[in-house]
């Protein structure tokens, strides 16, 4: 799959340093892989949530959530958020 701007994954691990390595790992993870649907994802990503339109990931052992928009045609994944477990709790981002 092809991640659209990699730089908000980067900026946040300067950030908050230890997400770095998840945001890491599942950059590589979702760069190196084919899905065709949420369920074929869910394979890899066992904590993954579809909300919405959107697909969130947990990184770093629950430190930060990683909201994604995912186009399985078009093997396109846009970051929309990467918000702390906290800022995330506050549901700003479905606004």
Do not use: C
């Amino acid at each position: 799959m092809r991640v659209i701007k990699r730089k908000p994954l980067l900026n946040f691990g300067r950030e908050h340093p230890t997400t770095k390595a998840g945001l890491d790992h599942w950059y590589r993870t979702i760069k190196l892989s084919s899905y065709k649907s949420f369920n074929a994802l869910r394979k890899t990503f066992k904590t993954a949530d579809q909300i919405g339109k959107f697909t969130v990931f947990n990184i770093g052992g629950n430190k930060a959530r990683l909201i994604v928009a995912i186009h399985y045609n078009t093997q396109m994944v846009y970051i929309r958020h990467i918000l702390t477990h906290e800022k995330y709790n506050e549901g700003k981002w479905k606004e």
